[in-house]
């Protein structure tokens, strides 16, 4: 049984900086993570994706230079680093896991998804 939790959201101003947690349980039978946002009206969007035994990463092009996914094997954590938050930004962030080592950008390709951590960016 694979249950992801988040934490780490929270309300902050345009410039400042946040770092999620996803703390992830049956790691073993997990290949993939990722981190995912939904904004208020809009579709989810992938935005950050890394592999546990390479570390291979992938962002969104929007967050690139700002955002930096990171993983500690020996925790079972997966950590999304925000940096220069802008109130484009502002969503639930969820984290997934898929088992199969594909480092997709479709939410479809995950298998499990924690329940999400608001962030909220003001101007």
């Known amino acids: 049984q694979v249950q992801l939790v988040e934490s780490g959201g929270g309300l902050v101003q345009a410039g400042d900086s946040l770092r999620l947690s996803c703390v992830v349980s049956g790691r073993s039978t997990t290949a993939t993570m990722a981190w995912f946002r939904q904004a208020p009206g809009k579709e989810r969007e992938f935005v950050a994706g890394?592999?546990?035994?390479?570390?291979?990463?992938r962002y969104l092009e929007v967050v690139k230079g700002r955002f930096t996914i990171s993983r500690d094997n020996a925790k079972n954590t997966v950590y999304l680093q925000m940096d220069s938050l802008k109130p484009e930004d502002t969503a639930v962030y969820y984290c997934?896991?898929?088992?199969?080592?594909?480092?997709?950008?479709?939410?479809?390709?995950?298998?499990?998804w924690g329940q999400g951590t608001q962030v909220t960016v003001s101007v």
């Open positions: 997934a896991a898929d088992s199969r080592g594909r480092l997709r950008v479709s939410g479809n390709d995950y298998e499990y």
């Open positions: 890394i592999t546990w035994r390479t570390g291979i990463t």
